[in-house]
Each structure stands twice: as structure tokens, then as C-alpha cells.
Nanobody
Framework: QVQLVESGGRLVQAGGSLRLSCADSGRTFNNYAMAWFRQAPGKEREFVAAISWEGSRMFYADSVKGRFTISRDNAKNTVSLQMNSLKPEDAAVYYC???????????????????WGKGTLVTVSS
């Protein structure tokens, strides 16, 4: 089973950087594709970035391409999201999610993920 806990969210100034982490206390992390989603107040939850279960393929929303980088460390059961050049519109609750096992697709839909964390809040001041 996958059990996800996010960390790293905080207040940051626009233009700054932040690194989010998601740890899985379960035993099957290595078999799952991992993704980050976010939800701003009054908006729907949206896809941000994803990484395949073996770590060779990464996918990004157009709004974060070139600014955010997703990575995973299967030895530590963690997935990270490095966020640079943050904008006020990046402010949201960021959620870690897992899909698998051995998911090979290229689409990550909010209603199709198998496991979710509880989220971590990112606030960006202008």
C-alpha cells in the first residue's frame, strides 16, 4: 500500500524557489508513477508534474515547464518537486499522488490517481 506525506510548503516571495517532498511509508513506492497536483482556492485541482515509476519519463503542465522539476529517489521512497521562479499564481495546496503499479501511460488525471497525500500549502507573495 502507498501512504503519502507531503512537506516543504511555506510562504515564499515571487521569483523565489521552493522544494517540495513527498515520502511514502508503504512498501510499493518503486512500482508507482508519481505526480504532483495543485489546487488554488476556488479552483479545480490541476496536474502539475509527473514521473514514471522507473524515473525515466517526466511530464509537466505547460504552466510550469522550464520552472519546475520533478524527481524521485526510489531508494528513499521520495518524490520531489523543485519549483523555481515562483509566481503568485503558483500559490496553492500541492498534493502528491500515485498511480500504478507499473503505470506506463502519459496522462495523469485527477480522478484516475490511486493514492493521494493530504497536501502542503505553498503561498507566494508578490
Amino acid at each position: 500500500q502507498v501512504q503519502l506525506v507531503e512537506s516543504g510548503g511555506r510562504l515564499v516571495q515571487a521569483g523565489g524557489s521552493l522544494r517540495l517532498s513527498c515520502a511514502d511509508s508503504g512498501r510499493t513506492f518503486n512500482n508507482y508513477a508519481m505526480a504532483w497536483f495543485r489546487q488554488a482556492p476556488g479552483k479545480e485541482r490541476e496536474f502539475v508534474a509527473a514521473i514514471s515509476w522507473e524515473g525515466s519519463r517526466m511530464f509537466y503542465a505547460d504552466s510550469v515547464k522550464g520552472r519546475f522539476t520533478i524527481s524521485r529517489d526510489n531508494a528513499k521512497n521520495t518524490v520531489s518537486l523543485q519549483m523555481n521562479s515562483l509566481k503568485p499564481e503558483d500559490a496553492a495546496v500541492y498534493y502528491c499522488a500515485a498511480k500504478g503499479p507499473y503505470y506506463r501511460g502519459t496522462y495523469y488525471y485527477t480522478n484516475a490517481m490511486d493514492y493521494w497525500g493530504k497536501g502542503t500549502l505553498v503561498t507566494v507573495s508578490s
